[in-house]
């Protein structure tokens, strides 16, 4: 009477564990990819050192996901990311109540497109064209308050970027 039982929580464990078969943790990586650098980023915006804080976004990003080891050095790559904001738009999105002519929040967009290249063959594995943005309050001049949404909108460039490049679906 056992041994019936026994066989077929066998063959119920045997087919459960089957549907896990390819399954992993994290997400994956492109074949082959263990080791990726980043060439500097290229603004080609009117917006001066935006960056800086975009290349700071990415590697933290890059740090933070864990699926590839970040090296400074091209040649100790597999691969290396190329990024190129293109536009930087600060746009308001709310006015004062009183008098309906200053903005009293903003919002301010990175885009930019991105290139995962393979460092032996220079062949593109992936591409990415983004956007991050952030909204802010206008508080004492516009300079500092776009000063500190800048942040927000390169971490937010960074995580769509580095997800187009190296999701797989």
């Known amino acids: 009477m056992n ?12 087919t459960l564990l089957a549907g ?28 001066p050192a935006i960056e800086l804080q975009v290349t700071h976004a990415m590697r933290q990003r890059i740090q933070f996901d864990g699926r ?14 190329v990024i190129t904001l293109t536009k930087y738009n600060l746009d ?19 885009t930019g497109e991105a290139e995962l290249r393979d460092t032996e063959t220079g062949e593109v594995i992936a591409t990415s064209k983004t956007y991050g943005e952030a909204t802010f ?6 300079t500092s308050s776009k000063r500190g949404a800048l942040p927000g909108a390169a971490s937010e460039i960074a995580k769509f970027m580095l997800d187009d490049l190296i999701e797989r679906w």
């Open 137 to 142: 309050p206008f508080q004492a001049d516009l």
């Open 68 to 81: 590839m080891k970040l090296v400074n050095e091209p040649e100790n790559a597999d691969a290396v990311i």
């Open 20 to 47: 896990c078969m390819g399954y992993q943790l994290g997400g994956s990586s492109p074949a082959g990819v263990q080791s990726v650098a980043m060439d500097p980023v290229v603004n080609a915006t009117s917006e």
């Open 92 to 110: 308001p999105v709310a006015y004062d109540s009183d008098s309906r002519a200053t903005p009293e929040l903003y919002r301010l967009r990175i």
């Open 3 to 14: 041994r019936p039982l026994n066989l077929l929580n066998l063959f119920a464990a045997t």
